[in-house]
Structures are given as structure tokens and as C-alpha cells.
């Protein structure tokens, strides 16, 4: 099997699952996309790392790393490696001194600490199959655009709208509409 190398696209909030997110990993060579349902804690865990910020005290991703660092233990590669029931499985590829050790996580902590140690994400063109979603490679669009993506443009709708299309574009995982929406509707209510 040949693994796909995959890159963080987007973290989205779900309007019509409370405390749940959607991470999207996208294809590095390609126009597939993969979203990865996950809670708040998980998505905040990850988000914290992409953004570089640094909280006054660690979280546990950053205990570990640290925990990692001290042993010598480097975290070489995160491979999604099969889809159960709806369920991602993941395992973290670990080296010591040359030593590999598979070790088996949970996806969002998989991700979490693949960000921390800046190494490559890779999933299997099944699982892709299965759980991803096709993007016009042109447009970086879903090839069936939803209704949301077929308006004029987000900046002509009121806040009312936008979240009413924001709910249909989680209801349609097209989580990258829905971060979009998402980023329009913080912008206008930050002004």
C-alpha cells in the first residue's frame, strides 16, 4: 500500500454538533480531502500548535513532547492507518537512537503531536476512498458545490444567512465552505 502524504488544511467549528470540530487534511499531491470529526479539546490542542502559540502552562501534547525529547525519542512520521466504523485510527512512527516503535493513537493526538515535532502525516489511498471528499483541483472546490458556493459571494449575506449556510456546509461536510463562513461571521461580529 502506498501511503498519501497529507497537510492540515483547516480546523472547523461545528455549528450543529456543540464541542465538536472538524480537522481537514488535505492531499499534498492531490485534490482529495479528508475531515476528521474530533471534539474541542483535541481541535484546541492541535489549533494551539499550528499558531505557534504558547499557553503559560503545557498541555498534555506538550508534556509529551517533552517527555519524548528527554528520552531521545523522535516522532519520525503519524500514519492514519485504517478506518473502522466511522472511527480514524492512527499510529505514531517513533525513533530512538535508530530503534523504530509503532505506536498506536487516537487521530487527533496523532496530528497534535505531528504538528509538535513538524513531521509528515500520510493516510492510504482506502481511506480516501472511504471518508474523503473530491476537490476541483481548478477551483479548489467540491466537485458537487453546495448552494452556499453557488451565491454571489459570503460578503452579501447578513450574519442570519451566513450562519443558516454555514449549518447546511457541516451538514454536507463541506468543511472548507464552512470555514470560510465561519471566518466571515468572527470577522463581522469582531467589528
Request: hydrophobic share 40%.
Amino acid at each position: 500500500m502506498n501511503k498519501v502524504s497529507l497537510e492540515i488544511v483547516a480546523i472547523s467549528h461545528s455549528v450543529s454538533q456543540s464541542h465538536n470540530y472538524a480537522v481537514i487534511l488535505g492531499e499534498v499531491e492531490g485534490s482529495r480531502r479528508l475531515p476528521i470529526v474530533i471534539g474541542g479539546f483535541e481541535a484546541q490542542g492541535i489549533a494551539i500548535a499550528v499558531e505557534k502559540m504558547t499557553p503559560n502552562r503545557p498541555l498534555t501534547h506538550d508534556l509529551f513532547k517533552a517527555t519524548l525529547d528527554n528520552f531521545g525519542i523522535i516522532i519520525r512520521e503519524v500514519v492514519i492507518n485504517d478506518l473502522l466504523d466511522g472511527i480514524f485510527y492512527a499510529q505514531l512512527i517513533c525513533d530512538q537512537n535508530g530503534d523504530i516503535s509503532v505506536i498506536d493513537s487516537r487521530t487527533s493526538d496523532a496530528i497534535a503531536m505531528a504538528v509538535r515535532f513538524n513531521c509528515p502525516i500520510y493516510t492510504y489511498d482506502f481511506i480516501l476512498d472511504q471518508a474523503g471528499v473530491e476537490m476541483d483541483s481548478d477551483k479548489n472546490e467540491p466537485l458537487t458545490p453546495t448552494r452556499s458556493m453557488q451565491k454571489p459571494g459570503i460578503t452579501s449575506l447578513s450574519i442570519d444567512e451566513l450562519e443558516s449556510q454555514l449549518e447546511k456546509a457541516i451538514e454536507m461536510e463541506d468543511y472548507e465552505t464552512a470555514a470560510k463562513l465561519r471566518d466571515e461571521i468572527t470577522n463581522r461580529k469582531s467589528n
